[in-house]
């Protein structure tokens, strides 16, 4: 996203949540987001890459506002908590360059 600030509610890139679902234990990170400006169809999605929990990544919405996190609608929904934001942003930037 170069240097543009980031729409009202949008992590940055290296923001670190955590959440649990059915007693698993996650621990991600935002590696990009996705402007509703450039992508109508995700909205304003934010690409996470899972460090604990699982070996993924994947796109989701992040309610910061409220702390819920949708895996794709109708998949699931949870609250999430941060965690050390800005922890991982060297990575995320090097990640986003890929």
């Known amino acids: ?10 992590l940055e890139p290296g923001s670190g949540i955590v959440f649990t679902v059915h ?3 996650y ?3 935002v590696t ?4 509703e400006e450039i992508d109508p169809w995700y909205g304003v999605p934010h690409y996470l890459r899972y460090i604990s929990g ?9 309610d910061v506002s409220s702390k819920m996190l ?3 609608p109708g ?5 999430f908590q941060m965690e050390s934001t800005g922890l991982w942003r060297g990575e995320a930037e090097a990640v986003s360059r890929q």
Do not use: S
Request: hydrophobic share 45%.
């Open 75 to 79: 998949r699931f929904r949870c609250t």
């Open 1 to 10: 996203m170069g240097n543009a600030p980031l729409p009202a509610g949008v």
């Open 70 to 72: 949708t895996l794709r």
């Open 27 to 29: 621990l991600a990170m």
């Open 32 to 35: 990009a987001v996705c402007p």
């Open 23 to 25: 007693g698993t234990k």
């Open 54 to 62: 699982q070996c993924a990544r994947e796109w989701v919405w992040l």
